[in-house]
């Protein structure tokens, strides 16, 4: 009579018995009767708990504002966040460790003091590519735009300084047949 229920063990569950780790999927079933609501996958499970959590926000005084800035081949993810003074960010270092020199320093924070705002940032940079000169512009040029994005009436300001344009000029590429973009190789006559 012991034998009346009958118990059938599957490969995967032998090899658990075995000490062998196995990975099993939970059927439709055993998910329904765990969640409050029937989802037919474990994936599906692990999508409603992140949409559940993540919900699109806008950006507001208390976000940052993001914005790229480029110049040469320097690219700047720039983030601006209001705060009680001026502070930069850049690659985890502050702004006299990264750019050494009082004109690099400047050049970033020209954006900021020649369109004359009130707020006062922190401005947290991530830059790569290119020289720490083009990388300076590159910032600043990250900076404008999200200042722009931060108060539209700074557009007219920084466009007169120059700021908002992507510098277009960038180093010529070599051409086969010449030794650099437009150097050729010494003419001999005979």
């Not at 999508?47 to 480029?70: M, N, Q, W």
């Not at 270092?93 to 990264?98: E, H, M, R, S, V």
Request: proline share 4%; aromatic share 6%; net charge positive.
């Amino acid at each position: 009579m012991e034998n009346d229920t009958k118990t059938t063990s599957t490969p995967v569950e032998s090899l658990a018995v075995k000490g062998v780790k196995t990975k099993t999927k939970p059927t439709a079933k055993k998910v329904a009767t765990t969640s409050a609501r029937a989802i037919s996958t474990p994936q599906e499970e692990d999508h409603a708990l992140v949409r559940d959590v993540e919900k699109p926000t806008t950006k507001t005084t208390g976000r940052y504002i993001s914005a790229i800035g480029r110049r040469k081949t320097s690219v700047a993810r720039v983030r601006i966040t209001e705060s009680s003074k001026n502070t930069f960010t850049i690659n985890h270092k502050d702004l006299a460790t990264y750019f050494p020199t009082k004109e690099l320093q400047m050049i970033v924070a020209d954006a900021g003091l020649k369109s004359k705002v009130l707020t006062k940032f922190h401005v947290e940079g991530r830059l790569y590519g290119g020289g720490i000169h083009s990388q300076a512009e590159a910032l600043r040029h990250g900076i404008s735009r999200a200042l722009v994005k931060y108060d539209l009436e700074l557009r007219k300001r920084l466009k007169k300084l120059g700021f908002l344009k992507r510098d277009p000029r960038m180093k010529e590429r070599r051409k086969f047949g010449l030794k650099k973009a437009r150097k050729a190789p010494q003419w001999s006559k005979r």
